[in-house]
C-alpha cells in the first residue's frame, strides 16, 4: 500500500521516531541520576574497606551542583584525615623500631661485651649482673644476686657503702676459682640519696699467666748462662793463676773454654730464634728445600754421636721425596733437634729410626726412638720453652728444654705441625708434617 | 786437711773446683746430685759441705735440712746460688747455717771462703784477704 500524500504517512513516521527520541533521553537522564550514585557508594565502599585513596570526586551541575560541591568537599577531607593518619602510623611505627632498636642495642652489648658489669647498690647488695661476669665469676646470675658485693670479692669494697670511697682500681686473685680479675668501679647514678656504682671486671688471669711465663722464661735464661758463664770464669782463673803446669790438664782447661763459650753462643742462638719464632718475628729464607738431601745430611751428622752411645741409627727414604718450600737452615735444625735428642735419650744398643714419606699433599718424617720415652703427663709440655721431663733419667742429661719448642715453633712457621707419641720405658715417635710444594719430586740421591 | 763433700751437677765445676780443694791439701769427695752427697755425707761425715741448688734426683735446699737434720756436716755449708735466687732460697733454708756463694763463682775465693769456715771452726782468727763475714751466715763476696 502506497500513501498518497503526507498527511497519511507522517504519523506512521513520527510517533515511532518520537517513542524512540523520548526513550533516549528517559535512557540518558536516568543514566546521570544514576551514575553519582555509584561514585558515591563506590567512595562510601573504598573509606569502608580502609582501601587505596581511590576516592573519585564527583562532578555534576545545574540542580546537582550543591550535592557535587558537598561530596567532593567531604571526600578530600576524609582523604586528608586518612593522609594524617598514615603519616602518624609510620612515625609511631619509626618510633617503635627506634625503641624496640635501642633496647635491642643496649641488651646486646651487656650481653656480648667481654668486660664483666655488676652494678652494686649502696648496701653493697649485687644489683645486675651481666653474663660475662657471670663466667668470670663462675657463679650464675641469680647465685651473685643472692650476695654482697664484699662476699664476692673482699671487705676491702666496704668503702662502696660511700660516694668518696666509691673510686676503685683494685686486682683480686680470686684463689678459689683460679681468678685474677681487675675491678674498677664507677659511681653511676644517685637518685634520693642513694648511689649505684658500676664494677667493670676485667679478667687478668691470661695477663697474670704471661707475666709468669715471662718471669719463668728469665730465670730459666738466667739460669742457663749461668752455667757456661761459671765454668768459663772457674777455667780462665785457674790458667791465670798458674794451678795448672802439665800441658794436658792445661789443654783441657782451655778446651773447657771453648766448649762452654759455644754452648753459650747456641744458647743465646736458640732463645733469640724461639722468642722470634713465637712472637712471628722470625724471618724465614724461604727457597726450595730437597728434603732427602737435608735429612740425609742431619743422620749424617749426628751419626757419631750415635756410634759413640752404640745406638743404632738409621734412614729410610724412598726413591723420590718430594721438595718443600721453606728455610733450609731452620728445618735442618728441627731435624738436628729431633734426631739428636732421640740419639741422647736412648740408652746404649738403642734403635733410633728415621723415615720419610710423602702423605698426600704433606710430607711425613718421622724419628723413631727406643729411648726412655716420656711420661703422659708431661707429653703436652715437652713443646714448652725450658720444659724438661720429670724423668730423673732425663734430668740428669744436658739439655736446656729449646730444642722441642724451637721444632715446634719452626715447623708451625712452615705450615706444617709436629705430633708425639711415647710410651715410658718403650720409646718416642715425634712425626713432623709439612707441605709440599709444587716444584716436581726429585731423586733422593741427586745433589748429595 | 779437710774433709769436703761437693754436690753439683756440672762436671766441669765440680772438677775445677775439686782441683783447687785439693791443691790446698783438702780431701774431696764428689756428688752429682743430692741424693749422692747425702750417702756420701753420712758415709764420710765432712767438715764441709759445698753445694748446687738445681740438682736431679735431690735439690741443695733438702740436701741441706737433711743433712741438719742429722747434725751434719761437722763445720759448715756452703751453698752455690744465684743473687736472685738467693731471696727464696734463705726463706726455705732459715735458721740454718748456712753461706751463700754466689755463681759464677771465683774458685780462688770459693777456696778462701773454705779456708775461712775452717779457721772459725779451729778458733783462729779468720784468714784470707779481710773482705768475708766472720760469722757462718753471711754472703760471700762475688768474683
Redo the contacts between chains.
Keep these: 500500500m502506497m500513501f498518497s500524500d503526507v498527511s497519511e504517512w507522517v504519523p506512521f513516521v513520527l510517533i515511532p521516531a518520537a517513542a524512540v527520541v523520548a526513550g533516549c533521553v528517559v535512557a540518558r537522564l536516568s543514566r546521570r541520576k544514576g551514575r553519582p550514585m555509584k561514585i558515591i557508594s563506590g567512595n562510601l565502599e573504598a573509606v569502608a574497606s580502609q582501601a587505596e585513596l581511590d576516592l573519585v570526586q564527583l562532578q555534576l551541575e545545574d540542580a546537582y551542583g550543591t550535592l557535587s560541591e558537598g561530596w567532593n568537599r567531604l571526600i578530600a577531607e576524609v582523604g586528608e584525615a586518612r593522609q594524617e593518619l598514615e603519616a602518624f602510623r609510620v612515625q609511631q611505627e619509626a618510633l617503635e623500631t627506634v625503641a624496640r632498636y635501642d633496647s635491642n642495642w643496649v641488651t646486646q652489648l651487656l650481653n656480648k661485651m667481654s668486660y664483666g658489669l655488676m652494678m652494686v647498690a649502696e648496701d653493697l647488695t649485687v644489683m645486675f649482673v651481666n653474663p660475662a661476669a657471670e663466667r668470670l665469676l663462675g657463679q650464675s646470675r641469680e647465685d651473685l644476686l643472692d650476695q654482697g658485693v664484699t662476699d664476692v670479692f673482699d671487705a676491702s669494697l666496704e668503702s662502696l657503702r660511700t660516694r668518696a670511697g666509691g673510686s676503685i682500681d683494685r686486682v683480686f686473685d680470686l684463689e678459689s676459682i683460679g681468678v685474677t680479675v681487675r675491678v674498677k668501679a664507677v659511681r653511676t647514678h644517685e637518685e634520693e640519696g642513694h648511689g649505684l656504682t658500676a664494677l667493670f671486671l676485667h679478667d687478668m688471669s691470661h695477663q697474670k699467666e704471661q707475666e709468669r711465663a715471662r718471669d719463668q722464661f728469665l730465670y730459666h735464661i738466667t739460669h742457663e748462662l749461668r752455667t757456661p758463664l761459671t765454668n768459663i770464669r772457674a777455667y780462665a782463673e785457674t790458667l791465670s793463676e798458674g794451678v795448672l803446669e802439665d800441658r794436658d790438664s792445661l789443654r783441657e782447661c782451655y778446651n773447657v773454654i771453648i766448649s762452654e763459650t759455644d754452648r753459650l753462643s747456641r744458647l743465646v742462638e736458640d732463645i733469640l730464634s724461639v722468642s722470634q719464632l713465637e712472637a712471628g718475628s722470625a724471618r724465614l729464607e724461604v727457597d726450595d728445600v730437597q728434603t732427602a738431601r737435608l735429612i740425609r745430611q742431619v743422620v749424617e751428622d749426628m751419626q757419631a754421636s750415635a756410634d759413640e752411645k752404640n745406638v743404632e741409627l738409621t734412614l729410610s727414604m724412598p726413591s723420590k721425596v718430594p721438595t718443600i718450600r721453606g728455610d733450609k737452615e731452620r728445618l735442618a735444625v728441627v731435624f738436628t733437634n729431633l734426631v739428636g735428642n732421640a740419639v741422647k735419650y736412648t740408652p746404649r744398643g738403642g734403635q733410633v729410626e728415621v723415615s720419610c714419606v710423602e702423605d698426600g699433599a704433606r710430607l711425613k718424617i718421622t724419628v723413631r726412638d727406643t729411648g726412655l720415652g716420656i711420661a703422659p703427663e708431661d707429653q703436652a709440655k715437652v713443646f714448652d720453652k725450658f720444659y724438661r721431663a720429670s724423668d730423673e733419667k732425663v734430668a740428669q742429661l744436658p739439655g736446656t728444654g729449646l730444642g722441642l719448642a724451637i721444632a715446634r715453633e719452626t715447623v708451625r712457621s712452615h705450615g706444617g705441625i709436629i705430633e708425639l707419641e711415647s710410651e715410658p720405658g718403650k720409646g718416642s715417635t715425634f712425626t713432623v708434617f709439612l707441605p709440599v710444594s709444587r716444584s716436581p719430586a726429585i731423586k733422593s740421591g741427586e745433589g748429595k | 786437711m779437710a774433709v769436703i763433700v761437693i754436690a753439683e751437677?756440672?762436671l766441669?765445676?765440680i772438677r775445677?773446683?775439686s782441683?783447687?780443694l785439693r791443691?790446698h791439701g783438702h780431701v774431696v769427695h764428689e756428688a752429682?746430685?743430692g741424693r749422692e752427697a747425702l750417702e756420701l755425707v753420712r758415709k764420710h761425715v765432712p767438715d764441709l759441705l759445698i753445694t748446687d741448688v738445681?740438682m736431679?734426683?735431690m735439690d741443695g735446699i733438702e740436701l741441706v735440712a737433711t743433712c741438719a737434720i742429722e747434725g751434719l756436716p761437722r763445720v759448715g755449708t756452703i751453698v752455690l746460688t744465684?743473687r736472685?735466687d738467693q731471696t727464696e732460697i734463705r726463706n726455705r733454708l732459715e735458721g740454718l747455717d748456712v753461706v751463700f756463694h754466689p755463681?759464677?763463682?771465683?774458685?780462688?775465693k770459693l777456696t778462701v771462703e773454705v779456708e775461712h769456715l775452717l779457721d772459725c771452726s779451729r778458733g783462729e782468727p779468720a784468714g784470707g784477704d779481710g773482705e768475708l763475714g766472720v760469722t757462718a751466715k753471711h754472703d760471700a763476696i762475688g768474683?
Excluded: G, M, Q, Y
Design positions: 751437677d756440672e766441669h765445676i775445677v773446683v782441683l783447687w791443691r752429682s746430685n738445681n736431679p734426683a744465684s736472685c755463681k759464677p763463682f771465683s774458685p780462688s768474683p
